[in-house]
């Protein structure tokens, strides 16, 4: 009984893939005080993705010059959860429209798929957002629900390890169209760098 409780909690916890390192944000719903989720994310199984993400927590790379030649923040500080479907997902990390519409990452405009390898199992995981294959930029989102349809067409890099309540809170302002009843906003963001 022992051992298969010990298998379940660690399927459960998504212990099945080692989290390399640890970010947070801090959250704001309408100027509020803020709260914190803090993501584990998967550097070994989802290297790319899991960098990208921990780099754009940062702000490592500063400002880079877009397409058009403005100038893009490389950073998730400011930046808002644009996108809230309760029963289904949170979807923030447009660093250069907040809307939706843009999103940059630290290897350019967009990166390719990496793997498909985890699955959109449980609430809590952290998956990239795109508009279609390869076109990862600095959108994410965290699912509420198991969310099987999502397989093989978004990458899971990294899960929620505290704050999910808050997750719970942001779902909370949410509308089936999408559209927030609050403004959410990143108002701080970077890495933890205690031992894992």
């Not at 076109?135 to 990294?158: C, E, R, Y």
């Not at 505290?162 to 403004?183: D, L, Q």
Request: glycine letters at 14%.
């Amino acid at each position: 009984i022992m051992a298969l409780s010990l298998f379940a909690l660690s399927v459960i916890c998504g212990a099945n893939y080692e989290i390399t390192s640890k970010v947070f944000l801090d959250i704001k719903i309408n100027g509020n005080s803020p709260g914190r989720i803090v993501i584990g994310l998967y550097g070994r199984d989802a290297n790319k993705s899991a960098e990208n993400f921990r780099c754009l927590c940062v702000g490592h790379y500063g400002e880079v010059r877009g397409e058009g030649n403005e100038t893009i923040r490389l950073h998730y500080k400011g930046s808002q959860f644009h996108r809230i479907i309760p029963d289904f997902m949170i979807q923030g990390g447009d660093v250069t429209g907040n809307n939706g519409e843009g999103g940059y990452s630290i290897y350019g405009p967009v990166f390719d798929d990496e793997s498909f390898e985890i699955k959109h199992s449980r609430p809590g995981l952290i998956s990239m957002a795109n508009k279609g294959p390869n076109s990862n930029g600095s959108q994410f989102f965290i699912t509420t629900v198991k969310a099987p349809w999502l397989d093989g067409k978004h990458v899971v890099f990294g899960e929620v390890i505290e704050g999910y309540s808050f997750v719970e809170k942001i779902e909370s302002v949410g509308t089936s169209s999408g559209n927030p009843r609050a403004v959410v906003q990143i108002v701080d963001s970077g890495e933890l760098l205690e031992q894992l």
